[in-house]
């Protein structure tokens, strides 16, 4: 079993930064890929970013490209979700997952570990 933890979230103004942190622990969390998705209200749950087992391949929707930046400390568990120049249609509850693959993915069915979301608001 693998918990996942997110943090980091909050309400900014446009153009602002915020950086997001995802906590995993349990058994093989480390050999895993790691993605984060947002949901907005009345809205599907959306692939963000994602990064592989050893941080060596990352990928972003377009959206969200050249903005945000995904990395990862294998010691310490942890992945990260950088945000820059928010805007308000960022604004969404952000969830991190662990896949059962070793590989970065942009689908979620790839995805077996979800935590319970941290909410960004971004103010126009």
């Known amino acids: 079993q693998v918990q996942v933890a997110e943090s980091g979230g909050g309400l900014v103004q446009a153009g602002a930064s915020l950086r997001l942190s995802c906590a995993a622990s349990?058994?093989?969390?480390?050999?895993?890929?790691v993605g984060w998705f947002r949901q907005a209200p009345g809205k599907e749950r959306e692939f963000v970013a994602g990064?592989?087992?050893?941080?060596?391949?990352?990928i972003y929707a377009d959206s969200v490209k050249g903005r945000f930046s995904i990395s990862r400390d294998r010691y310490k568990s942890t992945v990260s979700l950088q945000m820059n120049n928010l805007k308000p249609e960022d604004t969404a509850v952000y969830y991190c997952?662990?896949?059962?693959?070793?590989?970065?993915?942009?689908?979620?069915?790839?995805?077996?570990?979800w935590g319970q979301g941290t909410q960004v608001t971004v103010s126009s």
């Open positions: 997952a662990v896949a059962l693959r070793a590989y970065a993915s942009s689908a979620k069915s790839d995805y077996r570990y």
């Open positions: 349990g058994r093989t969390s480390s050999n895993n890929g």
């Open positions: 990064i592989s087992w050893n941080g060596g391949d990352t």
